[in-house]
């Protein structure tokens, strides 16, 4: 069967529950109608983790069948992209993953303060003449702080020599706590970690197939920052 067009895939995502598609004016402008209300929304108070980026929600989809007991929302601006992940999410009765298709840049519109315990970034476009929009430039990571728990976490993964490099350079100038790092996940870098991480950092995502098959190396950083008190 043909693949479904984008219009077909935006008039379908009308009726997903998972997804939430606010006006763009309306986010600039006012906060979202469930910040603060995330745990009301699933109906628990599990962790809150966030994929930013998520394309077609991989890691969203696939870290939230591996934790029921945390809830993960998935954003993206691209609304064909998250169509697959929120059909997913659908189809199988995902209940502790939905998505947002918004821009990152308005995430404080999203969540309060302490409502957000991670934050994964994956394969983030490294934005080389613009590194004030990397989703781990120092203009994105305060606006995690204004949500982000005391202890929260911040992961990367990436193909890219550039976004990793940079992010390196974020940690050490704004003296964030770098937890983990490796330039080669594949490589050597994946027998370091626990087993409980290698089995999270498995999820392969539309865009690391691309790349693994390109022969990129898959690098991975994890670090946390000082929360706004
Ligand atoms: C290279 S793709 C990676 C997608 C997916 N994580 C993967 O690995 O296959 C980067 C994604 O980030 C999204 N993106 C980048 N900057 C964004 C922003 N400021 N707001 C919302 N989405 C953004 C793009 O729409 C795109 O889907």
Wanted: glycine letters at 6%; one cysteine or more; a neutral charge.
């Amino acid at each position: 069967m043909a693949s479904k067009n984008k219009l077909e895939r935006f008039a379908e995502m009308e009726s997903f529950k998972n997804i939430f598609q606010p006006a763009i004016d309306s986010v600039k402008e006012a906060d979202f109608e469930l910040k603060g209300k995330w745990a009301e929304h699933f109906g628990n108070n599990h962790p809150i983790v966030l994929e930013l980026g998520c394309g077609k929600g991989e890691y969203t989809i696939g870290l939230a069948k591996r934790y029921p007991e945390k809830n993960f929302i998935g954003m993206d601006i691209k609304g064909a992209r998250i169509w697959k992940g929120a059909k997913q999410g659908e189809q199988e009765g995902i209940t502790n993953a939905c998505f947002i298709r918004t821009k990152i840049d308005f995430i404080t519109q999203f969540f309060h303060k302490n409502e957000v315990s991670e934050i994964w970034c994956t394969f983030s476009d490294p934005q080389p003449k613009k590194p004030n929009k990397r989703l781990t430039s120092k203009v994105f990571v305060e606006r995690y702080k204004q949500f982000l728990k005391k202890d929260g976490i911040i992961h990367l993964k990436t193909d890219s020599d550039l976004l990793m490099a940079s992010t390196e350079e974020e940690i050490s100038s704004n003296k964030y706590q770098e937890l983990f790092k490796t330039w080669d996940l594949y490589g050597e870098g994946v027998y370091a970690l626990n087993d409980e991480i290698r089995d999270i950092l498995e999820i392969r995502t539309f865009y690391e197939d691309i790349w693994l098959k390109e022969g990129k190396t898959i690098k991975y950083i994890k670090f946390q920052v000082a929360t706004v008190s």
